[in-house]
């Protein structure tokens, strides 16, 4: 029987919920995770290690992307770069990383390889998120045929993306039903201890759980 | 004026010429190497850096991609699996590194992202080659569509692979033509000081010498 998943978790509530969606499907998890030296490293590593304990999430991956520091170009790597606090605009902000989500896919597609899991989930959003373009569905769903025809005959890998369509709003009431811990989530791109409230991570976070009608657990400015 | 290609170059001999053919196009080189913990990275490092010399290179990229290490799976990074030795045969070999060229292709697109170039150049080859899945033409186009996708609307990258659908010979004849310095170039998966001459890589390296006609220049045992 071969029912695992390679679930790329963040720490963050999406990929989070989704590693909780993949569980209760039945899929025993092999949890990836990325430090890329992004400016919430150490919070974002202590979250997905807190979340694997929550789903005892017995393989792990945590893996040294450093590479994107040298590489900068984006807020959430160079510290010389501003993160944006006045809202979220139209257009690819500069928090964009150059082609994060397919090197991290590519990553995981290697890892699925080895272990012989048939999936891999990634937590992105297309709506109600930051722009990014290698969080569209179009994008991910070519990323998965690119990575069945460079790999060998017998890996099949599908990329689910559950949360693709979802609002923010909804994220936050299915974290609810699946009691996914959101107080051991982050989303927030410039502060470790209380979250900044006004970066784009954090009003999209706080903006689900306000239509949702819920209070967020984690400590804001 | 923006006509940069990023050329991923391993320090062999296809990859090396790739890069001389971009030179000879016209194009700036941003040139890419990754140390995988593989047997010869040391030696194949020394190779990329002498190539990058001749070719007086301003830009280059030398990435740690040790993760390969941790993941194993793989005659060329786990050193309790053995290279084969006894001759060239059908399937995937051992010595095959997961979704090697998908991560090493996402990098460098992340790369080329950043830099403003337009061309990513890879110097596989897809008859006369190990059989590796990551080296199809295919694979290839899949992998730069989803590039585009992934990437800013305003990023658009070809992926060239000028050596695809040529034997070892014309890539010997072509490389005597463009003055590559073959003699700093190095294949074989197992040794460092002189090659073993009956690896995989080492046989069909010789091979097309041979049926070019022309003798190798660098050392065997």
Redesign the interface.
């Known amino acids: 029987m071969n029912k695992k998943a390679v679930c790329i978790m963040s720490g963050g509530m999406d990929s989070t919920l989704s590693a909780y969606m993949m569980q209760e499907e039945g899929y025993e998890i092999v949890a990836v995770h990325f430090n890329y030296n992004q400016r919430t490293q150490q919070k974002e590593l202590s979250c997905f290690e807190a979340v694997c304990e929550k789903l005892n999430v017995k393989e792990k991956?945590v893996?040294?992307m450093?590479?994107?520091k040298?590489?900068?170009?984006s807020a959430l790597t160079d510290s010389t770069i501003d993160v944006p606090t006045t809202g979220v605009e139209d257009g690819?902000p500069v928090t964009?990383?150059?082609?994060?989500?397919?090197?991290f896919?590519?990553?995981a597609?290697?890892?699925a390889?080895?272990e012989s899991a048939s999936v891999i989930s990634i937590g992105v959003v297309e709506e109600d998120s930051s722009g990014y373009?290698?969080c569209?569905e179009?994008?991910i769903l070519?990323?998965q045929?690119?990575?069945n025809?460079?790999?060998?005959?017998e890996t099949n890998i599908e990329i689910t993306m559950p949360l693709v369509r979802l609002k923010k709003s909804q994220i936050v009431q299915k974290s609810l039903e699946l009691s996914v811990p959101l107080e051991l989530t982050w989303s927030c791109y410039k502060n470790e201890e209380k979250a900044c409230g006004v970066c784009d991570s954090c009003r999209l976070r706080l903006n689900g759980f306000k239509l949702a009608g819920v209070i967020d657990p984690i400590s804001y400015e």
Chains 1, 2 share one sequence.
């Open positions: 991956y893996l040294d450093s590479f994107f040298d590489l900068g170009a690819v964009y990383v150059p082609f994060r989500n397919g090197i896919l590519s990553m597609a290697a890892i390889e080895k373009p290698d569209r179009s994008y070519s990323m045929n690119a990575i025809l460079g790999t060998k005959d």
